[in-house]
């Protein structure tokens, strides 16, 4: 199969991505082995731009069901915005792409910073 995906802000394209599957994997890699931060916010119910909610959190789970790997070719493009430094964070290398189904139930986590 074949995957894409268009990352956009107000109508602006800022990271475009596709993925296309080659093969089964032995391993997924190490990514799911590692503490993954996540960003939580809900905006102010007074549509003033400002958020009632705004954290920087890392999360544990549990009751994990993963699928199995596939692993294959993988492009992204990051575009040039006048508020975001996204460039910055593109790769230097591509060695592959990854994709599984994975579901899990959060359970608590660490609060890294909080708004």
Known sequence: GRFG???????????????????????????NALPMVH?????????????????????????????PAFTGEAEIEFFDSPVEELTR???REMIAGYWRNVGTSWNGGTTLESD
């Open 5 to 31: 995906a268009t990352c956009s802000a107000t109508g602006r394209r800022l990271v475009e991505a596709q993925f296309t599957i080659t093969g089964p994997s032995d391993d997924a890699g190490f990514v």
């Open 39 to 67: 960003h939580r916010f809900m905006p102010a119910i007074e549509s003033d731009g400002t958020d009632s909610l705004a954290e920087l959190v890392t999360m544990r789970g549990y009751d994990t069901e993963i699928g």
């Open 89 to 91: 964070l593109a790769p």
